[in-house]
């Protein structure tokens, strides 16, 4: 405990390095102590808030900090300082705190040259003249000058300049660090920014200010200034103009007039008179996936359409007429006749996670089921194949996108509509909607707002009654604080102003009425959370609780009338933010910019602090800069040159600005980008240009996957080669949110570095840029629109990309993939290869005698055409023998049959006449070979393998085929052939010779090169489905499983049974199944239930459970488990060799002797088809298909 007593006590800490915080020290435990002196012997840090100095100075409220150039304090809930005092030669400077709902006189004074970070920060905005209406609209500039610092712009859309009244100004306000306050009059003589003058009288512009975004790609932010009106006597009937200003670095004045004749940017001009084009204008993303930023513009008065502008880099005028055919754009068409839907229009981010932009537009005047004036608002997806009109009708009905329904007569939602950003961090951006005049819990337009999740997997309306009730997870309400409020005329997104990587909202409520000043408003800021849905109260709000409070100055100022995020204006890492009151100065209007913070105190607008400056420990200029950082938390800000940019560590804030810059990180920074929770300032901005994250030291791990995605952004490179090896993590919705504009991240690094993916394809292509190969990947989502491509320098190490190839069939009709089989190693070249049954091909003519094409193993994953292959490029063609053969309706591997160290092929041909025997079927063993040279069926014999002859009858001995492993033990592979028909099976041993095989003598047993396996009762369907079982008793034979699903065990009506037949090799004779079910020579696996029709698809499992066994897998699909009908099931069977008592499988499905997996949903019919899957996930057991 400290306790200094009366007097003027000091504490002061000894050593360097340490790290004084008061937020973690009981109140009680320091009391009664004026001055804290942190300078000791190196860089001491002091930490503290509000109730801490309260605590520590007991009777003073006043807290004085010694210290010098080398030392910090970092403090919530204090203003920035609005004044100095010199006591005892010791110059300090002064805080107030900035919670407005405390009333003690508390003061910090921090010794001149100690930083401080974390004082409640911001500055004004102050209009140039009276009913100028300077505010009434505000937004978030971008990077308009390349300085690495967000810029602003506000409309005044009632500015007069020389000789035309009301032709209005748009001033653009450069980031600074500084709070000093800002005169549009000292903008407008090119200080700090620059002034952007109305072409005629009476225009209006300013009306409507935006970010474009970068429409031109040049690597700056461009502007939309949107004009009201533009004709003297009557403002309505007019073709109106949006003006697009081009980013630039000087301070010059831009004429409109200029930007209208194609200097500096570009005009819109509306379709045809009286439509006020222009009256609402946005930055609508890249909606068509080009790496340009497009445009929304809304004719909103006597026209049901908006104008998608796509992006250019020419400032050729635009003609909206030509935007209606489908010129440089497209246009979207109101769902009913003169409809004007489009009073908010909105970029709204990339809702359905397909990487490209979508839009919001709102009808706050939409009736819905018999409410009117409830609202409407329409998402519509960003596309990027064609330039077609969009029809809101069809948004209505799920197609492209969806509608989001208001919830209660005369509540105008959609009245106010923006992104959210990804406040619940999922990934997806999320959307706000006002509704200024809903009622909640009876207090009459006090507004709501609602923020609605972005969602991928469906295009379902959303209602925002379920949304209010709770009863949808879809989002969440906003309630209002006060009757008359209007909270939600104004919405926006806020970024991350408290630094935990979840996005923040603003809410405007301009009619708000603080400490009894009518209509000074409020603005209310919410901070992000993904752990619920409850509804959110702007009353909990206002007292601190998910969010903070921005209160007016002065009655009548409107302050909230518009809300934006700032971006990034100061460059300290968080998010600030803008808000307007058009009504202060007589109209002159304010607009006030708050930097971002980390604790909930309420913000006085009155209070904002004006005469400081927050420190930036490395600013750049236009040249090209060496900016090196130390272990300590920086800021850099580099300017507009090609700069480099190393951090050092700590958690710190990389603003490259325009150029080509290299931001070096290393472990600690790393650690910093993925620190989860309040308070994170550290962030990668790369700004415009092609700019590079570099990687500092080895082993390091930069694991983009757990970084928020508003932490790296605007890097169009990333080089992992460092000292070491070194790793990237990364997906899908990583390289988009990193790469913001272009969508292709590159990738350097060596031998020893790995790129891990998830959501890319495998190889597509090589390029080779500036010397360096690089192998390039495209995602893999199919429901992604965006071009999106990772390109990886050649000699690292990728891993994870989705990786394969299509296998495309030859002619109409030929049923390629019927069957499908691996082949083993036919050729010998160290890959697997393939084999693909085409039962219905016509070779030579020959309707439906068949082809089987051996694809060989390759690396790349170029499509396959089953043509070439014909002509021997990439494998060969086995032909059928004769019409209506039908071969390769069942294809196998068949091992290493002839021991030649080539893996070989059995062929069934079902309809074949052996020896003129109808159907008796034949199979045909092909052995392995390295050529690519056609192979017929009808010379196989003697040429390269030998035909397997069915008995007589219509048996189909030949239904299904397969490898048997080796059942004999004579070191070659066996084959297993069916004749479903006969219920019989055939085991062939493997041989060297090509004499043929027939299936009479091995079932008469008068023949060695066999055995029968002979069926129970007939109509089992026994031997439907044959497999090779792999050791199941581990006697080092290979065994044998048969399913026959339609069997009756335990009178229960086909709820099927498999025999597993152990193999063996001292005989030839006959086996009988019902021999198998008496225990003799295998086991029988009964099924559960009746219909279940187990066996009906039965496979090696591997050893799944690690014993050494081989196990078996067996599905019903008919199979109701909890119920849901033929949802299905299988079992895994472990393997046994102290018994062959039956299995039930009813005892598997309680977790006896193996497990069961059961189906998901009614009639999936899970289990049709099962597999071992080898091991997938490397963890030494074999794992399964299902």
Known sequence: RVDGGGGIDTLKLEGAGLTLDLTKISDRRIQDIEVIDITGSGNNILKLNLNDLLHASTSANILKVLGNSGDKVIVIGFNDSTTEKTVDGVTYTIYAHSNANTAANAEFWVQKGVTLMGAQSGFVINGESANDDSGRSVSNAGDVNGDGLDDLIIGAWGANLSGKSNAGKSYVVFGKQDTDAVELSAIAAGKGGFVINGESIEDGSGYLVS??????????????????????????????????????????????????????????KGESASFWSDHLASNAGDINGDGLDDLIIS???????????????????????????????????????????????????????????????????????????????????????????????????????????????????????????????????????????????????????????????????????????????????????????????????????????????IVGAYR????????????YVVFGKKDNTNAIELSDIAAGIGGFVIIGESAGDYSGHSVSSAGDVNGDGLDDLIVGANGAKSSAGKSYVIFGKTDTNAIDLSKLGDKSKYTIDYLGDKNANILTGTTKDEIFVAGAGNDILTGNGGMDVFNAGLGNDNIIINASNITALEQTGTGNRARVDGGGGIDTLKLEGAGLILDLTQISDRRIQDIEVIDITGSGNNTLKLNLDDLLDASTS????????????????????????????????????????????????????????????????????????????????????????????????????????????????????KQDTDAINLSDIVAGKGGFVINGKSVRNYSGRSVSSAGDVNGDGL?????????????????????YVVFGKQDTDAINLSSIIGAGGFVIKGEPGSFWSSHLVSSAGDVNGDGLDDLIVSARDTGKSYVVFGKQDTNAINLP??????????????????????????????????????????????????DKSKAGKSYVVFGKKDNTGAIELSDIVAGKGGFVINGESVRDYSGYSVSSAGDVNGDGLDDLIIGARQADPSGQSHAGKSYVVFGKKDNTDAIELSAIAAGTGGFVINGESARDYSGRSVSNAGDVNGDGLDDLIV
């Not at 959609?414 to 200024?436: K, Q």
């Not at 059995?906 to 003129?916: E, R």
């Open 211 to 268: 970010n474009a975004g970068d429409v031109n790609g040049d690597g700056l932010d461009d502007l939309i200034v949107a004009n009201y009106g533009g004709d003297p006597s009557e403002v309505h009937a007019v073709i109106s103009k949006s003006y697009i200003v081009f980013g630039k670095q000087d301070t010059d004045a831009v004429e409109l007039s200029a930007i209208a004749a194609g200097k500096g940017g570009f005009i819109i």
């Open 299 to 505: 004719a909103r008065e006597t026209s049901d359409t908006s104008y998608v502008v796509f992006g250019k880099q020419d400032t050729d005028a635009v003609e909206l007429s030509a935007i209606a055919t489908g010129t440089g754009g497209f246009v979207i068409i109101g769902e009913l006749t003169n409809d004007e839907y489009s009073h908010s229009i909105s970029n709204a981010g990339d809702v359905n996670g397909d990487g490209l932009d979508d839009l919001i537009v709102g009808n706050e005047e939409s009736n819905i089921n018999g409410k009117p004036n409830a609202g409407k608002s329409y998402v519509v997806f960003g596309k990027k194949d064609n330039t077609n009109a969009i029809e809101l009708s069809d948004i209505v009905a799920g197609k492209g996108g969806f509608v989001i329904n208001g919830e209660s007569e005369d509540d105008y939602s959609g009245f106010s509509i923006s992104s959210a950003g990804d406040v619940n961090g999922d990934g997806l951006d999320d959307l706000i909607v006002g509704a200024y005049s809903a009622d909640p819990s009876g207090k009459r337009s006090a507004g709501k707002s609602y923020v609605v999740f972005g969602k991928k997997d469906n295009t379902n309306a959303i209602e925002l009654s379920a949304i209010t009730t709770g009863t949808s997870t879809d989002g969440f309400v906003i309630n209002g604080e006060s009757a008359g409020d209007w909270s939600g005329y104004s919405v926006s997104s806020a970024g991350d102003v408290n630094g935990d990587g979840l996005d923040d909202l």
């Open 512 to 523: 708000a009425d603080p400490s009894g000043k009518s209509s000074a408003g409020k603005s």
């Open 742 to 857: 272009t969508n292709i991240l590159k990738v350097l690094g060596n031998s020893g570095d790995k790129v891990i993916t998830t959501g890319f394809n495998g190889l597509v292509t090589k390029k080779t840029v500036n010397s360096v190969t690089y192998d390039v990947y495209t995602h893999s989502d199919a429901n992604a629109g965006a071009n999106a491509e990772l390109w990886v320098q050649k000699g690292v190490t990728l891993m994870g990309a989705q990786r394969g190839f299509v296998i495309k069939g030859e002619s109409a009709r030929d049923h390629s993939g019927y069957s499908v089989s691996n082949a083993g190693d036919v050729n010998g070249d160290g890959l697997d290869d393939l084999i693909i049954g085409a039962y219905g091909a016509d070779p030579s003519g020959k309707s439906s005698a068949g082809k089987s094409y051996i694809v060989f193993g």
């Open 903 to 923: 893996d070989d092929l059995i062929i069934g041909a079902y309809s074949t006449n052996p020896n003129d025997k109808s159907n008796a079927g034949e199979s």
């Open 1001 to 1050: 003598a091995i079932a008469a047993g008068t023949s060695t090169d066999g055995f029968v396996i002979k069926g129970e009762p007939w109509n089992d369907y026994r031997g439907h489905l044959i497999s090779s079982a792999g050791d199941v008793n581990g006697d080092g034979l290979d065994d044998l499983i048969i399913g026959v699903y339609e069997a009756n065990p335990n």
